[in-house]
Structures are given as C-alpha cells and as structure tokens.
C-alpha cells in the first residue's frame, strides 16, 4: 500500500478586484474568431535611450545602437514553448515578418515605447506566446558589418572616452511568451496584437544600482575593461581585436554575456550562436 | 576594423546558449497550485511579482501577490473557472512565466507525476511479490 503525503500550502496574493489594468478584455470565444494584426517591435528600454551607470560606475550614454534583425517568425506554440529546456516550438500556427531591419534603439527618450518595425495583417486570431528571431550584420550603414554597433559616450570623474564598439556574431533567439506589465500577443478581430523583441544591454555593463553580488552584475564585465584599451579618448574595436586585447577570461565572459541580450520583456531566450 | 559576414556563409551552432534568468516550476499540492521560483543560480526570487491568468480570460490577472523569502507561492485555482491557467513571476528584470493545464477534480499525487524512491521501491517489490506467490502457487499444485 502506497502513503502519499500531501500538504497543502496556505494561499498567497490578492483577488481579481486587485488586478492590474491591461490593455483588453479578451476571452478564450473571442480568441475563437477571425482575423487580426500583429505587430512586431524592438526594445533597448530605457537603458540605451536614457543612458545608465554602470557597475563600476561608468555613466554611459548612447548616441546609437544598431541591431540588425531579420528571420522573425511568430507563433502560437503549444505546448506553450519553455526556452529553458530549447529545443523545437511546436505550433498550431505561425508567422513569418519577412524583411532585414536595421533599429537604432537609442532613439527616443523615458517617453518613447517601443519601436515598431512592421506589421502582418490579416493573420489567424488567437493568442501568439512565441517568437524567434536571428540578429546578423548589417549589410548597410553606420552598423555595416555587426551585428550590434554602439556608438556612445563613456563619463567617469574626468574621464571620458568616445565609444565605439562593433560585434559581428550572429545569434538566433528562441522565446516564449512575453514577460512584462501586460500580457502581450493576443490578436483578435478589431485588436492588434504585439510581439517585442527586447535587448538587455545592461547585461554588458551592469547596472550600479543594483546590488554588486547580484546576479546581472555578476554576469556583466562592466565598462572598466574597455576603458583600458582607450586610444586617445576613444575606444573603437570589435570582437577580432577584442579576442586579441581583452583578458581571456574577460573576453570569453563577453563572447557568454552577448547571448543573452535577447528578451521578450523580461522573459529570456533560448540562443543559439551563428557562425 | 569592420568585417562582413556574407549571409550565405551563416551557420547555426546547435550549442545550446543559456545565460542567466529566472526559472518558475510549479506543482499540485491538494488541490493547491505551488509555485517555487529562483534564479539560474538557484538564488530564490524573493518577493517577486506575481500574476495568475486564467485561461478564461487570460489577457486580464485574475489574481496578483508575492512570493515569500523562498521564491514561492500558492493559490487555489477555481476549476469551474478553468481547467488553464499561467502565472507570470518577475523580479528586478527577471521573469518567467509557467503554464498550467488541470484536470477536473484534484488528484492526489502531484500533476507532474512524479513518484519518489520510496514509492517506486515499494511498488516494485509488490509486483515482484505478485510474481513470486504465483509461483509458489502454481509450484505446489504439482506436487499435489
């Protein structure tokens, strides 16, 4: 004879009447019905469009940063996609954004939302809670063979260095559902639906005010290893002379760290490095 | 300095890359959803945000609340309500959301079904049992 052992665990949290507000009121029939649109945009979040301090106490502002996005597919997974195990989404849907789009995330300011890259019309209602994405470098303009390229500027006491940094990797990210204020991806007749692709820079640099045992900042190298490499008041490299100039240890946490810009709000990816 | 990468010359590494993040697992306890949340690094999320959706309308949180200093928390999902639900976890840039499908009545054994090494020992040897009092059985109906 089997005992189980069950205990049940008192109950936590508020009722409904408490709830956030959120955008719409969307039920499983509505979900049932016709079409609608989706909507793809890119976040940097306030980090690159306001600027932030780093970890070792760099205050760094961002005149631009390119990412270039292309591949982008949404879906409708079930089972809902986990990008903790990877592995393939499977989806009773999905949907393709075709197109290379080149962001500058520094645009804007505290106000500014996320940025829009385009929209499909027209695709089968109901809720998409999945979205992959590759990042490869851009074939034109000032980001023309990365990537990501940051153009920014870094301050600390008198210090204060012209910043350009350039990384040619490719990555494909892999997310589920979008993790943020309100639920996002639902499309319904009459009612967009929006997908963000978001990029955690703060990952790179850290963020001062967080603590420093923290797990963002334990992960992040901080500014002060590129400001060693400063030339006349500017840092200008790239992955190639960074392998070259930066401490191993140091440039093989960048090379880890760099996998895990990619979000959906604040819900982490699956990556994947293209060569 | 700058170094193009022609397109076609991409290929996909099938390393699997997972940096660091907030990880939700949840499990039945009577009739009880149980969510345990922490850090890649095991850290328990403490005092993260927490919203329930019910898969009866899941774009508006039905319930909201807070993990304790463990990372965990527990509601009583009302299953005429739905048998679907999800529950989003956040905390200072971390999040996760975990979903849940339910059955009808709450079972006793947890809905992920796992069974312990007591449990699985003990039904083994039941069985193994089952086998050797058969043969027994049959063993002493020949000698008759």
């Known amino acids: ?275 | 300095m700058k170094t193009l990468l022609p397109f076609a010359a991409l290929l996909l590494l099938t390393v699997p890359l997972f940096g660091h993040g907030a990880r939700a697992i949840w499990e039945l306890q009577g009739d009880s959803v149980h969510i345990s949340a922490s850090y890649d690094d095991g850290q328990p999320l403490s005092r993260a945000q927490i919203t329930v959706f019910s898969g009866a309308a899941p774009s508006v949180p039905y319930m909201v609340g807070m993990t304790d200093e463990n990372g965990e928390f527990s509601f009583l999902p009302d299953r005429e309500e739905s048998l679907d639900w999800d529950v989003q976890v956040r905390s200072a840039g971390h999040g996760d959301m975990v979903h849940l499908s339910l059955t009808e009545e709450p079972e006793a054994a947890s809905e992920q079904g796992t069974f312990s090494t007591l449990q699985v020992v003990l039904m083994s040897a039941c069985v193994v049992w089952g086998f050797v009092g058969t043969a027994f059985f049959f063993a002493s109906r020949r000698k008759k």
């Open chain 1, 1 to 275: 004879m089997l005992l189980l052992s069950i205990t049940a665990v008192s109950c936590g949290g508020d009722e409904a009447d408490q709830a956030q507000e959120v955008e719409q009121d969307i039920t499983e029939e509505t979900l049932q019905q016709d079409t609608g649109d989706l909507m793809f945009t890119v976040n940097g979040e306030d980090f690159v469009r306001s600027g932030f301090v780093s970890m070792d106490g760099w205050h760094i502002t961002f005149r631009h940063l390119y990412v270039t996005i292309t591949d982008i597919t949404a879906y409708k997974s079930h089972p809902p996609y986990d990008p903790h195990s990877g592995g393939e989404i499977i989806a009773t849907t999905q949907v393709d954004l075709d197109g290379v789009f080149t962001v500058d995330l520094a645009q804007g300011d505290s106000n500014t939302g996320p940025i829009l890259i385009g929209t499909l019309d027209d695709v089968p209602a109901g809720h998409y809670n999945a979205i992959t994405w590759s990042m490869v470098p851009s074939s034109e303009g000032p980001s023309r063979g990365y990537t990501i390229y940051l153009d920014a500027q870094a301050e600390k006491g008198d210090q204060s260095y012209n910043v350009r940094l350039g990384f040619e990797t490719g990555y494909r990210y892999s997310a589920g559902e979008y993790v943020g204020d309100v639920r996002k991806g639902f499309v319904n007749a009459g009612v967009p639906g929006e997908l963000e692709m978001t990029f955690h820079f703060d990952h790179i640099f850290g963020d001062i005010d967080q603590p420093a045992d923290c797990d963002l900042n334990m992960m992040a190298i901080g500014f002060e290893p590129f400001a060693a490499l400063m030339g006349e008041g500017t840092v200008e490299e790239d992955l190639a002379t960074l392998e070259r100039k930066l401490p191993r240890e140091i440039y093989a946490k960048l090379l880890e760290v760099l996998t895990t810009l990619g979000h959906t709000g604040e819900g982490h990816c699956h990556c994947t490095v293209i060569q």
